[in-house]
């Protein structure tokens, strides 16, 4: 069965500094994983997703993923945070089949320190 | 704007009452999934409807059911609801069956409160 884990549940950076959030998948076939962002009262956002094109994935306001299949890794980095993207983010990956099942991490909240 | 609306946005119900939630998907989509999110579940996946029909089932109660009506619209229909089904339900849409590399567009949300 397919999974994530996203390490760590809380994530603080200051204002400017790199954003890093953890994510390691766990599938029995090749994986599609997604990111997806959650604003406080809102519904989730596609930040970006890996499609077995290139690895390194750029997505919407300045993010991007690497995905690495000897680490079975997806880790999400910006390169300077904004106050702005202070969210909860979640990991998801897709199973395979003729339908898109997608099970999604636990989430890691974001904090911005100005 | 995701284009995915929910109705209502709160609701506030009893033990033991039945509540009917609304999705309404992007223009187009042909798929509908239902998600509950909670802070001691986290983000659940209950059930996928493509075109009218049951296309995947997840962590669903035998309590709680959906359907897909024709004009692609979908009501997900929770029972004899107890406190712990207090959550947040997300609806989503995509634009095929569920594609593996689909985009799933999310709804706002309803927030469901079960005193």
């Known amino acids: 069965a397919q999974s994530v884990t996203q390490l760590g549940s809380h994530v603080s950076v200051s204002e400017g500094a790199l954003v890093l959030l953890r994510c390691n998948y766990s599938?029995?076939?090749?994986?599609?994983l997604f990111w997806y962002v959650q604003y406080p009262n809102q519904g989730l956002q596609l930040l970006l997703k890996?499609?077995?094109?290139?690895?390194l994935v750029k997505g919407i306001n300045g993010f991007e993923a690497e995905f690495k299949k000897s680490e079975t890794s997806f880790h999400l980095t910006k390169p300077s945070a904004h106050m702005s993207d202070a969210a909860e983010y979640f990991c998801?990956?897709?199973?395979?089949?003729?339908?898109?099942?997608?099970?999604f991490g636990t989430g890691t909240k974001l904090q911005v320190i100005p | 704007d995701s284009g995915v609306t929910q109705t209502p946005k709160h609701l506030i119900t009893a033990t033991g009452q039945r509540v009917t939630l609304r999705c309404s998907p992007r223009?187009?989509?042909?798929?509908v999934y239902w998600y509950q999110q909670s802070l001691d579940q986290g983000l659940q996946f209950l059930i996928q409807?493509?075109?009218?029909?049951?296309?995947a089932k997840g962590n669903i109660l035998e309590r709680f059911s959906a359907q897909q009506f024709p004009d692609l619209h979908s009501e997900l229909n929770l029972s004899s609801l107890e406190l712990g089904d207090s959550a947040l339900y997300f609806c989503?849409?995509?634009?095929?069956?569920?594609?593996?590399?689909?985009?799933?567009?999310f709804g706002p949300g309803t927030r469901l409160t079960v005193l």
């Open positions: 989503a849409s995509s634009p095929r069956g569920g594609a593996r590399t689909d985009t799933q567009y």
């Open positions: 599938s029995s076939v090749p994986p599609y």
């Open positions: 890996y499609t077995s094109a290139a690895t």
């Open positions: 998801a990956v897709s199973d395979r089949g003729g339908y898109q099942k997608v099970t």
């Open positions: 223009s187009g989509d042909l798929s």
């Open positions: 409807y493509y075109n009218g029909e049951e296309r």
